[in-house]
Nanobody, 127 residues
């Protein structure tokens, strides 16, 4: 079992930057999990943001954040990050960290493919 705890959310002005962290703990190797970031605004469905595979060689981004957000992982710290630059008001949402146990097929953009989820951290971007 894996526990995920997000942090780093807050209130920023449009054009600003923020870095989210997701700390993972559990009995299994953190490096054996593909990781993703999703977000959900009130009244909207959960939206894929970014993902990184278990060895950190491949990254995936939604079109809406490509070029502005960067996902990374630090296996030594059991942590993944989401660096968010050039933030826009439409980025406002609760951001969730998710983990998918590697070994089978994985569709990074599909929430149902992930096995574990954090509780989320609020990101609010003011205009």
């Amino acid at each position: 079992q894996v526990q995920l705890v997000e942090s780093g959310g807050g209130l920023v002005q449009a054009g600003g930057s923020l870095r989210l962290s997701c700390a993972a703990s559990g009995r299994t190797f953190f490096s054996a999990y593909n990781m993703g970031w999703f977000r959900q605004a009130p009244g909207k469905v959960r939206e894929f943001v970014a993902a990184i595979d278990w060895i950190g060689s491949n990254t995936y981004y939604s079109d809406s954040v490509k070029g502005r957000f960067t996902i990374s992982r630090d296996s030594a710290k059991n942590t993944i990050y989401l660096q968010m630059n050039s933030l826009k008001p439409e980025d406002t949402a609760v951001y969730y960290c998710a983990a998918e146990k590697a070994g089978g097929g994985w569709a990074p953009v599909v929430p149902g493919d992930y096995d574990y989820w954090g509780q989320g951290t609020q990101v609010t971007v003011s205009s």
